[in-house]
């Protein structure tokens, strides 16, 4: 199993908080477990361009194929075909990534 620092950031989609474990899925469908936690890899210097949409979830911006906003929601599809949901609060901060 390959640690997060043997990979390249452009191989990773999402990363997944799940209490004190994360779960980083690849571009190649795998799934890979990690005992630290989201705030860690969110503050990794090699993640930097990644960005929290929940509190749960941090996204490659590569990644993303859509977004939808609808009033107070927003989704954004992601290149494996997976949806994630936006938080109400990162919803501005999303809005402004993608017009970047």
């Known amino acids: ?5 043997n990979l390249r950031s452009t191989h990773i989609i999402y990363l997944k908080a799940d209490l004190d474990y994360t779960t ?5 469908g795998r799934k890979n477990v990690s005992s630290f936690t ?8 090699e993640l930097g361009a990644f960005f929290r949409v929940s509190k749960s979830c ?3 911006p ?15 599809e992601l290149s ?6 936006v938080s109400r609060r990162k919803i501005g901060l999303v809005k402004e990534l993608m017009k970047a």
Not at 62 to 76: E, H, L, P, R, W
């Open 38 to 45: 989201l705030k860690k890899y969110e503050q990794k210097q």
């Open 62 to 76: 590569v990644s993303i194929k859509n977004c939808q906003f609808q009033s107070k929601k927003a989704s954004i």
């Open 24 to 28: 980083y899925h690849l571009i190649d």
């Open 58 to 60: 941090l996204i490659n």
């Open 80 to 85: 494996n075909g997976e949806n994630v949901q």
């Open 1 to 5: 199993m390959k640690t997060l620092e």
